[in-house]
Structures are given as structure tokens and as C-alpha cells.
């Protein structure tokens, strides 16, 4: 099992450029990707960003040129660094994690943190 617990985020003004951080922990080992995806009332969840252990990103459309994906494997943390929001980006963003197992894959989630851009 792993768990994952988000921070950062909040009110931002458009134009912003909060960053947020995640931790991971307990079975730590098992984790080949690390990322972000996002949320708004009535929509799907939505890939915002991911990286994999070998160090290979993909971002949504939204998100490239604009957020950076980052991890830390020694402290087990991801980051999301986010310029240039907009309103539409006003969303709960939620910490994700795959691990690889011999059963298949397994994904966790974190409980999200709120981003709200207004002026």
C-alpha cells in the first residue's frame, strides 16, 4: 500500500504560479510513476502531468509549456510547479501513483487540494 498526501494550492490570482507537493509513503518501493491529474465538478478526472521512474513525462495539452512535473525519489515526492493559471484551471488536483505488482497495476490517490483562480 502507499499513500499519498497533497499540499499547496488554494486561491491564486490568474496569472499565478503556485506549486504543489506530494508525499508519498509506506510500500514506496513499488512506485514506477508519480503524478498529477485534475478534477471539476461534473467532469471526468483528467491527466495533468506524469513522470515515470526512467524519467519520462506526459502532459495534457493545457498543461505543457505551462506546469512542470518534478519528483524526488529519495524523499518520495512529487511536485507540480503551475504558471500562468487561469480561471479554468480552477480544479481539486489529485496526487497519483502506479505501482507495478505481479498481479498487475495498481493506482492510488491522494485526497486532492483545492485551486481556486480568481481575482
Known amino acids: 500500500q502507499v499513500q499519498l498526501v497533497e499540499s499547496g494550492g488554494g486561491l491564486v490570482h490568474p496569472g499565478g504560479s503556485p506549486k504543489l507537493s506530494c508525499a508519498a509513503s509506506?510500500?514506496?518501493?513499488?512506485?514506477?510513476?508519480m503524478g498529477w491529474y485534475r478534477q471539476t465538478p461534473g467532469n471526468e478526472r483528467e491527466l495533468v502531468a506524469t513522470?515515470?521512474?526512467?524519467?519520462?513525462?506526459e502532459y495534457a495539452d493545457f498543461a505543457r509549456g505551462r506546469f512542470i512535473v518534478s519528483r524526488d525519489r529519495a524523499e518520495n515526492t512529487v511536485a507540480l510547479q503551475m504558471n500562468r493559471l487561469e480561471p479554468d484551471d480552477t480544479a481539486v488536483y489529485y496526487c497519483?501513483?502506479?505501482?507495478?505488482?505481479?498481479?498487475?497495476?495498481?493506482?492510488?490517490w491522494g485526497r486532492g487540494t483545492q485551486v481556486t483562480v480568481s481575482s
Open positions: 513522470l515515470t521512474n526512467s524519467g519520462r513525462t
Open positions: 497519483y501513483a502506479a505501482a507495478f505488482m505481479k498481479w498487475g497495476r495498481d493506482d492510488y
Open positions: 509506506g510500500n514506496t518501493i513499488t512506485i514506477a510513476i
